[in-house]
């Protein structure tokens, strides 16, 4: 849908992409962590408050129902089945973003692809709200897994794409003020 | 390398606020057990009006940016609200007993659930919800400020050729064949 943006990246963007992959990766990672984590933290005598905080944390992205998500050490998870298989999916769109995407461009999903991979979660959350079926956990992980496979190639563009343009506008600046004081 | 930058703040501030009162709401702030939708949705529609106000083709970047800044603004409001809207312990408990003796199953930890709800109401546990609220907010408006950029930013002009420029006026001349 939109053209590769590269006006940032004289050398082109693959340095960039490569480290907004890279620290999002590493975010993923403790962001899973922290998810599956929560329940053995709070099931600790020591460690409950460091659990109980990481429930809080989440809290406000995530109904948390007790029913609704897969359970870890007889409690469950810090976010729902649907919310773990949109973090999940993240984590394995991440896995094949320098597969299909690489390094070097910046390309956003076409709304086709995003209306594609949307779809089977809408139309499974708005079924469940409106009391027309309710399906179960499986169900609402992977319907929230083939969305979040989606995610990463938002962000790391969009957060790749922003990086770029205040470097440029910062040497912009920089070489502005070096030709104001000459 | 100058390039003029979109007036962000403006479509943030009301669609953030709108996102964050809707989020803090009772029975609305359900809608967010969808992915978030209020938070993910209000970027998207932030950018969205950020795209008709300016005539700049949008970036990925400046979708992010909207997105974070929607994001945050809803997260204060959406704390601003939940002060408003303090969940009362006491009815919630009055409700869950009627629900039990229609015989509806409830789920086996509530009581701790409700004790873990009332030892999050103290001004410490605000501030620091209104943090981790910001950054979650905060990220998933980047995510939907993207996202509205591929949705609803103006597509760059195509290759056409641009027409000739007008010629300049004419100086008046003032020779023998001007006929005024």
Known sequence: MNPPENGGFPGGPARTVRRVYFWTAAGTIVWLAAIVSAPWLAAGRATARVGTLL??????????????????????????????????????GLALYPLVRGFSTLRLPTARVFILTVLPMAVDGAAGVLGLWDSPIGVRFATGAVWGVLLPFYFVTGAADLLGTRRARREARALENRAGTT | ????????????????????????????SLVNCLCCLWILGGAAFAVKLLSQATPIVLKPSDGALEGALTGVIAAVSHTIVSLAFPPNIESARRVLEWLSSMGIEQPANIDGLLEGTSRFMSPTWMIIGLFFTAVMFALIGVLGGI??????????????????PEAPPQPPSSGPGDAS
């Open chain 1, 55 to 92: 429930y809080a944390a989440f809290a406000p992205v995530c109904h948390q129902i007790p029913e609704r998500c897969f359970q870890f050490h007889g409690r469950p998870l810090a976010v729902c089945g649907r919310c773990l298989g949109i973090y999940a999916g993240f984590a394995l």
């Open chain 2, 1 to 28: 390398m100058n390039q003029a930058r979109p007036e962000y703040l403006r479509p943030a501030l009301i669609v953030g606020a709108a996102a964050g009162i809707l989020s803090g709401l009772p029975v609305l």
């Open chain 2, 147 to 164: 996202i509205g950029v591929s949705l609803f930013g103006k597509k760059p002009a195509s290759a056409v050729p641009a027409a000739p």
